[in-house]
């Protein structure tokens, strides 16, 4: 029996050993196969991946929350924006061409590294914050660190800090980020890359693709910040009001007809049902944050605007540098 025992440790010992090795040397083939579009810089002494367009003032700066596509998730926003303004868009620590960093990835942290990647690259203030999902959190973080250098912002179907205590336990559950733990694991052995799901529907094949090659190692990157995502809630629920500073609210006008991950009818009508009645009002609320600011519901949709209705997002942000550049209020803005 124990002679059993061993042999199957050494067998299981033996693959998890394959993995890694299969992992690394996928990682080196995707690193060549798909070098990064923007800049890397060197922040101490880590690497991260920057990448702008355009030209004018202010900047603006594309943050995407959780997404293991990083900057690329803007693939279809950033050169609509890049066409009346500076645009920049970068990947978090660990996630597609940005290494990872030894801090904690609480909002706190997330926000100084941008701050101080913007400078090192030579991207001068004011800024204009656009945050997606978990992404409106950061931005209202960095307007809090850095609030003189903060021109307005653009709330893409963005988390409300307050959401985890008003959905339903059972909602709260079904929708509850995987073990930390777990992605670590399979994302380090090769597991992840043999069963990766397909790229992100909505942008270009070769983005797609450079999404998918980086999965594994961006998965680790957003274990990090699972593993503080309450504290993240917890930082954004202590900024704002904005005073007057331009903002437009966009909100998805549908739920996702596909969810990433599988559950039974009744469960994906409760989730709906909850959505239809919830997000609408947490989505309002984030109009209290200035005294200048625009609410519009997306028709037809999703969560993933960035993906659906990037025209959208480039309209708001025009309207937001106009009222901006102007002095006026972002209703009036609008085109």
């Known amino acids: 029996m124990n002679r059993i025992a061993i042999a199957a440790a050494a067998i299981l010992f033996l693959l998890l050993s394959m993995g890694f090795v299969y992992e690394q040397w996928s990682r080196r083939s995707a690193a060549q196969a798909f070098p990064p579009p923007g800049r890397l810089v060197e922040v101490d002494g880590k690497l991260s991946h920057l990448y702008c367009s355009g030209e004018g003032n202010p900047t603006i700066i594309l943050e995407a929350g959780i997404n293991e596509g990083g900057s690329l998730t803007w693939d279809r926003v950033r050169p609509q924006i890049a066409a009346f303004s500076r645009v920049c868009a ?187 009645d919830i997000w609408p009002e947490l989505q309002a609320e984030l109009t209290a944050l200035s005294t200048n600011t625009d609410w519009r519901v997306i028709e037809g949709a999703s969560h993933y605007i960035p993906l659906d209705a990037p025209e959208a997002i480039a309209v708001a942000v025009s309207d937001v540098v106009v009222a901006y550049r102007e002095n006026m209020p972002v209703r009036q803005a609008e085109r």
């Open 90 to 276: 970068y990947d978090q620590a660990g996630i597609m061409w940005s290494e990872r960093r030894d801090h904690p990835r609480d909002a706190d942290h997330i926000v100084e590294d941008l701050h101080s990647l913007l400078t090192a690259a030579g991207e001068s203030p004011p800024y204009v914050m656009v945050g997606h999902s978990l992404g409106g959190l950061l931005v209202r973080v960095f307007a809090d660190h850095y609030s003189d250098e903060v021109a307005g912002f653009v709330f893409v179907d963005s988390s409300h800090p307050g959401q985890n205590q008003r959905f339903p336990l059972d909602v709260l559950d079904v929708m509850a980020f995987p073990s930390p733990l777990l992605l670590k694991a399979i994302s380090a052995l090769g597991i992840l890359r043999l069963e990766s799901p397909a790229a992100p529907n909505g942008l270009p094949k070769e983005i797609g693709e450079a999404i998918r090659s980086h999965l594994p190692q961006s998965m680790i990157g957003i274990a990090d910040i699972i593993e503080t995502v309450d504290n993240i809630f917890a930082q954004a629920q202590r900024t704002g009001p904005f005073g007057d500073r331009p903002i437009v609210v966009l909100t998805a006008g549908q739920f996702l007809e596909e969810l990433p991950y599988q559950i039974d009818a009744a469960t994906t009508a409760r989730l709906r049902a909850v959505w239809s």
